[in-house]
């Protein structure tokens, strides 16, 4: 595997289930970020971590929940979402967090459905 | 607040018509630009940093500029499989990329 990898690739949950997205990046990196994309939407920041530490939570609801076990290596917990959540989630890396060199490689995204 | 936009919204041309998508910024200092080129379903796939007023930097087709306040992607004899959405984004100088909500380019054969 090479460069940033996202399982699984479709997601399609009810509001009642628990589900885990899962991103693992093979660069070296030591930053790692989830972002949303919706239509229409420029894409939002949600978490970074820095050497497995939570730099930033950009007023994520709780009912999304990151672990970063290790800097290869990062999930998204996801509970008892509504429709709105429906979305592109996208994982990326860097090899620091921040600046204008670093720049941030993304994965192919998990497509989620909330029905 | 910094914020980024992109024009036009959505670009058809046809192939071998050259043209330029732009990107504005509104930040208290410049620092820096990427561009990254997004095809449907797929995340965005890194293009270019440019680092400081006046820069250039070329890809095959693409072109990119950068002046204090906006950057420019040249496309010169775009082909379809130029066809994607490309986007804009400022390192804000935090951990923070802020993006612009992307050109959808098209080109016809």
């Known amino acids: 595997e090479t460069g940033v990898t996202q399982t699984p690739r479709h997601l399609v949950m009810g509001m009642t289930n628990k589900k885990s997205l899962k991103c693992e990046q093979h660069?070296?990196?030591?930053?790692m970020y989830w972002y949303k994309q919706s239509a229409k939407k420029p894409l939002e920041l949600m978490f970074v971590?820095?050497?497995?530490?939570?730099?930033e939570n950009n007023s994520v609801p709780s009912r999304f929940s990151p672990e970063c076990p290790n800097s290869s290596h990062l999930f998204l917990h996801l509970h008892t979402l509504q429709p709105e959540d429906s979305a592109l989630y996208l994982c990326?890396?860097?090899?620091?967090?921040?600046?204008?060199?670093?720049?941030?490689?993304f994965g192919p995204g998990t497509r989620l459905t909330v029905l | 607040e910094d914020q980024v936009t992109q024009s036009p919204e959505a670009l058809r041309l046809q192939e071998g018509e050259s043209s330029s998508l732009n990107c504005s910024y509104t930040?208290?200092?410049?620092?820096?630009l990427f561009w990254y080129r997004q095809d449907p379903g797929k995340g965005p796939e890194f293009l270019f940093t440019?680092?400081?007023a006046g820069e250039e930097k070329e890809k095959e087709r693409l072109k990119a500029t950068l002046t204090k306040k906006e950057s420019f992607l040249h496309i010169t004899a775009p082909k379809p499989e130029d066809s994607a959405t490309y986007l804009c984004?400022?390192?804000?100088?935090?951990?923070?990329?802020?993006f612009g909500t992307g050109t959808r380019l098209q080109v016809f054969p």
């Open positions: 971590y820095n050497f497995k530490e939570q730099t």
């Open positions: 990326a890396s860097s090899q620091d967090p921040g600046g204008a060199y670093n720049e941030q490689f």
């Open positions: 440019l680092y400081s």
């Open positions: 984004a400022d390192p804000s100088g935090t951990d923070k990329l802020i």
């Open positions: 660069l070296g990196h030591n930053a």
């Open positions: 930040v208290s200092g410049l620092r820096g």
